[in-house]
């Protein structure tokens, strides 16, 4: 399958976008595990050898989980990769617009696709060392793994989403506890070395 950012891009539409300041949930929809999957291909492509992987995170990689119409992408860049470069090789083809350094503990360098103020994906650049990228592949991991986790983190998704309606910073800022406290629950259900 030949991937290109068009192809890509009128693939998603159909199935997700949202409007930049609104938070809305909806069920899952299984096409977005494969266009997840085109995502994270154009990403891979555009990064070249600077990436180290690409995954696809966040709700819409969570089968049964409601989710903002959104794909969330995670790219691991080589430790002391330029920021210039990295904005130089997503932006390349117009496929991604860089939009701000949301610092390595809250998104990384932040992409994003979609037309006008609607977006369809989210890409997230971080370094391959850090504790962002093992954050985001456990939590999503745990989420899949977890179906008490998953339905906790979902109902104070609904919450939060019905309280920041048109706050999507807001909204963001909020749902940052449970995230955090099922990465805890997570971390202390790990075996714990001798």
């Given at each position: 399958?030949?991937?290109?950012?068009n192809?890509?891009?009128?693939?998603?539409?159909?199935h997700l976008?949202?409007?930049?300041s609104e938070?809305?949930?909806v069920p899952?929809?299984p096409r977005?595990?494969a266009?997840?999957e085109?995502?994270c291909?154009?990403v891979?492509?555009?990064?070249?050898?600077?990436a180290?992987?690409?995954a696809?995170?966040?709700s819409?990689?969570v089968?049964d989980?409601?989710a903002?119409p959104?794909?969330?992408?995670v790219?691991?860049v080589?430790?002391?990769?330029?920021?210039d470069?990295?904005?130089a090789?997503?932006g390349?083809a117009?496929?991604?617009?860089y939009?701000?350094?949301?610092?390595?503990?809250?998104?990384?360098?932040?992409?994003v696709?979609g037309?006008?103020?609607?977006?369809t994906?989210?890409v997230?650049v971080?370094?391959?060392?850090?504790?962002?990228?093992?954050?985001?592949?456990?939590?999503?991991?745990?989420?899949?793994?977890?179906?008490?986790?998953?339905?906790?983190y979902?109902?104070v998704?609904?919450?939060?989403?019905?309280?920041?309606?048109r706050?999507?910073p807001g909204?963001?800022?909020?749902?940052g506890?449970?995230?955090?406290?099922?990465?805890?629950?997570e971390?202390?259900?790990?075996?714990?070395a001798?």
């Amino acid at each position: 399958m030949q991937v290109n950012g068009n192809g890509a891009a009128q693939a998603a539409r159909g199935h997700l976008g949202l409007d930049k300041s609104e938070v809305r949930l909806v069920p899952h929809d299984p096409r977005w595990v494969a266009l997840g999957e085109l995502e994270c291909a154009r990403v891979s492509e555009l990064l070249g050898a600077a990436a180290v992987a690409v995954a696809h995170v966040g709700s819409t990689s969570v089968p049964d989980l409601e989710a903002k119409p959104i794909l969330d992408i995670v790219a691991a860049v080589r430790d002391r990769t330029p920021i210039d470069e990295v904005v130089a090789r997503l932006g390349s083809a117009g496929d991604y617009v860089y939009e701000a350094d949301m610092g390595e503990h809250d998104g990384g360098l932040l992409f994003v696709r979609g037309e006008g103020d609607v977006r369809t994906v989210h890409v997230h650049v971080v370094g391959c060392n850090s504790g962002a990228w093992d954050d985001y592949l456990r939590f999503r991991a745990h989420l899949v793994d977890d179906p008490e986790a998953r339905r906790r983190y979902e109902l104070v998704k609904r919450v939060l989403a019905e309280r920041f309606a048109r706050d999507r910073p807001g909204y963001t800022l909020a749902k940052g506890a449970i995230v955090e406290e099922l990465l805890k629950e997570e971390e202390a259900s790990l075996p714990q070395a001798p």
